[in-house]
Every structure is written in C-alpha cells, then in structure tokens.
C-alpha cells in the first residue's frame, strides 16, 4: 500500500516523463489506437466486396441417348455463364466504395482526436489532484506550525488547553483529508496509464498547460467531418439502390448429341415487373436525408458550443486573475496573522479562519485552472487541432 501512496508523487523528480513525451507514446503504442487503424484495411476490403463480380457458373451435362432402332449412346451438355453487371451500376458501385473508405478514414481521425482529448483531460484531472494535494501538504505545514505555537502558549500558561486541543484536532483533520486526497489522486493516475494502455508505471511531471488553437470554426472537426462522410456513403447507397436492374446474365453452351451439335449463346435479362426495388430506393432516399439532418444539426450544435466555450474561457480568465489577487491579499493577512499569533495578541480562531479562507482560495484557483484547460481541451477537439 506504501507503493501506491508514492507513486504519484514523484512527478516531481528530474526523470518524470512530460506530457508531450507520454502522449507521443500512446498515440505510436496504443493497443486501442492500433485497432482503431485498422479500420482502414477493414475498409479497403469492404470496397473490394462493394464493387466485386459475381462468380461464373459452369453447367456440365451427360445424356443417355435410346432410340427404339439403335443401340444407346451418349451426349453431353457444356455451359457457361456470366452475370454482367450493368455500367451505369458499376459507378454507382465504385462511388459508393470510394465513400465508404473515406468514411473510414474519417471515424479513424475521429476516433484518434478523440483518445487525444480524452487522455489530455484524464491528464488535467491528475494534475489537478497532484495540486490539491500538495495544497494540502502545505496546510498540513501551517495547521502543525500553528499547534506547536499553541502549545508553547498553552504550557507558558496565556491559552486554555481547549485551544491547543483545537490546534491539534486541526491537524488531525488536515491530515485526514490529504489521505483522502491521496487516495483519488492514485484513482486518476491509474485511470489515465489505463486510458494510454501502457503495461508499467510511468512517472509524470504535471508542469504541462494547455494552449487554445488559434482555429475559431468547427470546419475541420473530426466529428463532423464523420458525420458529413456517413451522410455522403448514405447518399451513395441511395444511387445505387435506385438501379431498378443491376445485373444481367450472359451465357454460352454447347451441346453434342448422336445425331447433332448445338452451339448457343444467349443472355438472360430480369424483367423488372413485381419487384421494382420501390422500398429499397424510398428507405435508402429516407436514411440519405435523415443522415444528413443529423450532419447539419450536430454542425449547428459544435456552433453554438464552440461559441460558448470561447465566452467562458473569458470569464474563466477574468475569474482567475481576480482569484489570484484575491489569494495574494490573503496569504499577505495570514502571515501577518501567524506573526501576530506569535506574539500572542491574535485569537486561534481567527487566525484559523484566515488559514482556511486562504486554502479555500487555492482550491478555488486549482479548480478554475482546470476547467479553463479542460474547455481549452474541448475548443481544440472541436477546431481539429486534434486531427491527423
């Protein structure tokens, strides 16, 4: 258990491995990356099928010949015969191959930009917690200088024992709470290996901020580049389920009899009368349209959400800095607090409150900074920055 509780912790030494390093990792590494890849050959293959002919048939016959006159004899029968598809058909076939591997490749992008986005946020989660942590290491500093001055005073005789018990409870309490702390700090830790697929402990420094892309429109997001490629294969498989006939089939034979040899080639054309592929084309058109809809109602969406995320990332900035002001007026009333306790002319309880307010600031700082990179993190997945 002692392990567990360290390992976290050692972002701080020289050879902790930096984002940008651990991320180039997963991305050449990643078992999930590797399968996600192979969509494309899974998608060359699928064209292969899309466009592939129809095997020839070959038909081979004997007969047993028996006039009422003549002793028996015996002929044959030798076909062959082709389903040709139609050109107009063979387009439509290719067209639609072509769009399924771009489709492909486009979910492939998607897929990686995704995983980039996921593991930048796991990432911004165990920083964060490595931050609150360490907060709570420097509480835990401050809680134990503030008993040992209330002991000293406690034993000098100018506080009530009640006071340093609260001292002490204080810092039972902190260390309570940074045990907690450490505890999700190891759950994140291990959630974002996982999320890389590595199969050993990595040191990580936590050092690395994110950066918004200078990108501000949705034009080259994964996500609706996919969307828009599901639209064209749909639209693709339309044209060609509107093919009232695909195929015709050409055939050769020749037959030998006692008395004669026949040779035949012919074709045979299905009729399109009873089954005219009306429900095929009407669900295929229905499916085209409703695909696309769907394309531009996401389009829309990632809009207004880009837009939203760019108006809060300002607040968030404005937030943060009055944060900060606020936090360096506090930390300037602490020490002047710790200084005052010193020379017992300051009560424990406000210099506690004062020690709190401060922290409490921190954690407000350490939670504003990560919801500023993770929006960062959702603006660049939806500008491309995470792209191929």
């Known amino acids: 258990m002692k392990k567990l509780f360290l390992i976290p912790l050692f972002v701080?030494?020289?050879?902790?491995?930096?984002?940008?390093?651990?991320?180039?990792?997963?991305?050449?590494?990643?078992?999930?990356?590797?399968?996600?890849?192979?969509?494309?050959?899974?998608?060359?293959?699928?064209?292969?099928?899309?466009?592939?002919?129809?095997?020839?048939?070959?038909?081979?016959?004997?007969?047993?010949f028996s006039p009422d006159t003549q002793k028996s004899e015996i002929g044959y029968r030798a076909a062959l015969s082709q389903p040709i598809r139609l050109w107009g058909v063979s387009d439509d076939r290719s067209a639609l191959a072509e769009v399924q591997r771009v489709e492909a490749k486009s979910l492939v992008s998607l897929n990686r930009a995704n995983f980039v986005g996921a593991l930048s946020l796991l990432y911004i989660e165990y920083k964060s917690r490595i931050n609150r942590e360490k907060l709570l290491q420097e509480e835990l500093l401050i809680s134990q200088k503030i008993a040992l001055i209330s002991k000293e005073r406690y034993e000098s005789g100018t506080i009530a024992k009640v006071k340093f018990i609260q001292a002490k409870l204080d810092t039972a309490r902190v260390n309570n709470t940074l045990n907690e702390r450490r505890v999700e700090t190891i759950s994140a830790y291990y959630r974002l290996l996982g999320l890389a697929g590595v199969n050993e402990e990595k040191e990580l420094e936590v050092t690395f901020s994110f950066t918004i892309s200078s990108v501000n429109d949705v034009e080259n997001s994964a996500e609706i580049a996919y969307v828009k490629n599901r639209a064209a294969t749909a639209s693709a498989s339309a044209e060609l389920n509107?093919?009232?006939l695909e195929w015709i089939n050409l055939y050769g034979e020749f037959e030998q009899e006692p008395d004669q040899s026949i040779?035949?080639?012919?074709?045979?054309?299905?009729?399109?009368?009873?089954?005219?592929?009306?429900?095929?084309?009407?669900?295929?058109?229905?499916?085209?349209?409703?695909?696309?809809?769907i394309a531009i109602n996401i389009s829309n969406a990632r809009v207004m959400q880009l837009k939203e995320l760019e108006r809060s990332l300002a607040i968030l900035e404005s937030l943060s800095e009055s944060t900060e002001a606020l936090l360096s007026s506090q930390q300037e009333l602490l020490n002047m607090y710790e200084d005052g306790y010193k020379v017992a002319n300051i009560d424990l309880i406000e210099l506690q409150m004062i020690k709190n307010q401060m922290i409490a600031t921190r954690e407000k700082a350490i939670s504003i900074k990560r919801e500023q990179e993770q929006k960062i993190v959702e603006h660049n997945l939806l500008t491309g920055e995470y792209n191929d």
């Open 263 to 293: 040779a035949r080639v012919g074709v045979d054309i299905p009729l399109v009368i009873f089954n005219t592929k009306s429900q095929e084309k009407k669900i295929a058109k229905i499916k085209a349209k409703r695909v696309s809809l």
């Open 242 to 244: 509107a093919n009232k």
């Open 12 to 64: 701080s030494l020289l050879n902790a491995q930096s984002f940008e390093t651990f991320l180039d990792e997963a991305l050449q590494n990643s078992p999930y990356l590797k399968a996600n890849a192979m969509r494309m050959v899974q998608a060359k293959e699928s064209a292969s099928l899309t466009t592939r002919y129809k095997n020839p048939t070959l038909s081979l016959e004997a007969s047993n």
